[in-house]
């Protein structure tokens, strides 16, 4: 049984799967970015998507949370379809974090400006409120001397911390990172997956797009290959990296040069 | 040929009177043709097809067409159109308002764009609706962008005012004009205009000097 904020009625509980991907296709004129994907996420699982550049790993995160509509097919999140009703999907997103490659952070706000405005604008927090939030978290992603920092005095891996405690701000039950390390310089690597680490920990439900394969090794309950818009192989990371059944998976861990 | 510079301390009065003027339409036509910029440069964006094609001709025809020519236009057409007779500011303030709102969609619309679209996509990602991460994430930062093409704008529209003159409008260069055809001293007039606006445009001039350099673009 999971541990909620919200006192559920007797023989209620929130479904074990969190996200489910039923048949997701996405088309770009000729070109198929997805073809077909089937996948399951459950609570408190932290699974990693990893695959060579152009497999779909990326476009299949953003159809999680609407950034991307699916040209067929259907995502369902705590068993409700993803909807085209804007409204709907709002309510959605406030419930799925998302960081991003290029982190996003708004420019013309604080580090903690930054954190403040998700609640503010769409939870209706007060100010008051909002700050305690938002100090909290940057205290948690070791950052709580750089609140007055603007992004551009922050280095790609605080930035990058910044806007992971920005997605938290808005207390989400699921958290999609789309290649959080990308961006980064090495160096910096380091301190955003500790903090990615932290939250599996924690129990945090987590879908990640990574080319870190130590990360999904040492973090990932469930790894997925792509390859051409389509899932080659999943399991469990002992599998995937230590015995893996695909020749696509072999290739490309190979291309890596991933020697377990 | 001799001058009688007296002429110009005797219509002091008269020439502060229009300087007023010429700044109050300054003032007026820009706390307007900003915000309406802003809604132009979002139809002109706007999915339905009909109403950008709309704000896609209003804007190609504004900057197309001479100034004095909406200026006469606003005169003749507006009280045809409306059936109410609007006062020489009035009329020349909306041929004004006309003009300056198609330059400022421009701006805006270069300013919203150049804002990546990741950005939006992090206020959505967050929960908010489209106009929420509009306000919020874009505009801000458009605004900085654009901040310096306004100020230019700005010294452009200081000096265009002068157009409305032609219909009477009680701004600075009508009346000095108008001191200039009553006492025939031509030279004079025209000199303390020229003097009157280069002093009230100068330091508008300078403060935009110091806005690009303090917002300028330098990414």
Same mark, same amino acid.
């Given at each position: 049984m999971t541990d909620t904020l919200v006192k559920l009625p007797q023989g209620f509980a929130l479904p074990e799967v969190v996200i489910e991907y039923r048949d997701v296709r996405k088309q770009y004129g000729e070109f198929v970015a997805l073809a077909g994907v089937n996948l399951e996420v459950r609570r408190g699982q932290v699974v990693c998507l990893i695959g /060579?550049?152009?497999?779909g790993k990326s476009t299949l995160l953003r159809c999680t949370n609407g950034l991307e509509t699916m040209t067929s097919g259907e995502v369902y999140f705590d068993g409700m379809p993803l909807s085209k009703d804007p409204r709907k999907t709002r309510l959605i997103r406030q419930r799925m974090g998302m960081v991003f490659q290029n982190f996003e952070l708004f420019p013309h706000k604080t580090a903690l400006g930054n954190i403040m405005m998700g609640p503010m604008t769409v939870?209706?927090?007060s100010e008051e409120q909002a700050r305690t939030r938002a100090e909290a978290l940057l205290a948690k992603v070791g950052l709580s001397d750089k609140a007055g920092n603007y992004p551009a005095n922050l280095s790609g891996g605080q930035q990058q911390r910044v806007a992971i405690a920005r997605a938290l701000a808005m207390e989400p039950e699921v958290m999609l990172f789309d290649? /959080?390390?990308?961006?980064?310089?090495p160096e910096t690597i380091g301190e955003v997956l500790n903090v990615m680490k932290r939250l599996a920990d924690d129990g945090m439900t987590m879908v990640v797009v990574t080319h870190e394969m130590t990360f999904a090794r040492r973090v990932a309950d469930h790894v997925v290959v792509f390859a051409n818009g389509q899932i080659v192989e999943q399991g469990p990371p002992e599998q995937i990296f230590d015995a893996p059944k695909t020749t696509r998976t072999r290739d490309f861990l190979s291309h890596l040069g991933w020697d377990g | 040929m001799t001058f009688d510079w007296s002429i110009i301390w005797q219509s002091m009065g008269a020439l502060w009177q229009g300087a007023l003027v010429t700044i109050g339409l300054t003032v007026l036509t820009m706390v307007l043709a900003v915000p309406l910029g802003i809604v132009v440069a979002l139809l002109r964006d706007s999915r339905l097809k009909p109403v950008s094609a709309l704000a896609t001709a209003y804007v190609e025809l504004m900057r197309n067409v001479p100034i004095i020519l909406v200026v006469y236009w606003a005169f003749y057409v507006l009280p045809i159109l409306t059936g109410v007779g609007f006062s020489p500011f009035l009329t020349g303030l909306v041929a004004l308002v006309l003009n300056n709102t198609a330059y400022n969609s421009e701006t805006f619309r270069s300013g919203i764009r150049s804002i990546r679209k990741g950005q939006t996509e992090a206020g959505l990602a967050l929960g908010m609706s489209e106009g929420e991460a509009f306000r919020k994430i874009v505009l801000p930062q458009a605004w900085r962008r654009v901040l310096p093409i306004l100020a230019t704008t700005w010294v452009t529209l200081f000096k265009d005012t002068s157009l409305v003159s032609v219909i009477a409008v009680g701004d600075l260069a009508h009346t000095a004009l108008q001191i200039r055809s009553q006492s025939f001293r031509v030279i004079e007039m025209l000199t303390a205009m020229a003097a009157i606006y280069w002093l009230l445009g100068y330091p508008q001039a300078k403060i935009v000097d110091w806005i690009h350099r303090k917002y300028g673009v330098t990414e």
């Open positions: /060579p550049s152009g497999s939870l209706g927090l290649e /959080p390390t990308s961006a980064l310089d | -």
